[in-house]
């Protein structure tokens, strides 16, 4: 089904992929549906607030995951260091076949990993929403942290700092 879609040696791993899909859509559907079971509602319509905590706590978790200095012992089984990456971040690539090579590849792209933060914190709202505001207002803040020291250093660069 797949063979005409690109050559072995640049195929990704379909197959891993596949499965990704099936056990994120088949966690997030469990977790919906235990929160109905034990009678949390959703909500009508999202708080505007939660949804840009949301959004902005993710940009930075998921940037953490994937790219940060301090989590590449999580992703060194799955990649392969490529250099320097933006302030405190490392780039890499995937390495190995398969699960190994799709890991990876989720593990070094913050927009892949960006769909699975949110889902976990949209869960926890439901099933914490204090404990899950708390901690995406701790990566909310480190976000907004992040923007001004470049921008300090962007303006020090200027001579204005």
């Known amino acids: 089904m797949t063979e005409g879609y690109a050559?072995?040696?640049k195929r990704p791993p379909l197959l891993a992929y596949t499965a990704f899909m099936a056990i994120f859509n088949a966690l997030f559907a469990g977790a919906l549906l235990i929160a109905r079971r034990e009678g949390r509602e959703l909500p009508q319509r999202p708080a505007p607030g939660d949804i840009v905590l949301v959004g902005v706590a993710a940009h930075k978790l998921s940037r953490l995951i994937g790219k940060d200095k301090v989590t590449s012992p999580l992703r060194a089984p799955f990649t392969e260091l490529e250099g320097r990456g933006g302030p405190g971040e490392f780039e890499e690539r995937s390495r190995g076949t398969g699960v190994r090579k799709a890991v990876g590849e989720l593990l070094i792209c913050p927009y892949c990993l960006g769909l699975w933060v949110v889902a976990v914190l949209s869960v926890g709202l439901l099933f914490a929403p204090r404990l899950t505001r708390f901690v995406a207002s701790v990566?909310?803040?480190?976000?907004?942290?992040?923007?001004?020291?470049?921008?300090?250093?962007?303006?020090e660069e200027k001579g204005l700092g």
């Open 7 to 9: 050559p072995p040696e």
């Open 139 to 155: 990566f909310a803040a480190l976000t907004l942290s992040d923007f001004l020291q470049v921008a300090y250093k962007a303006a």
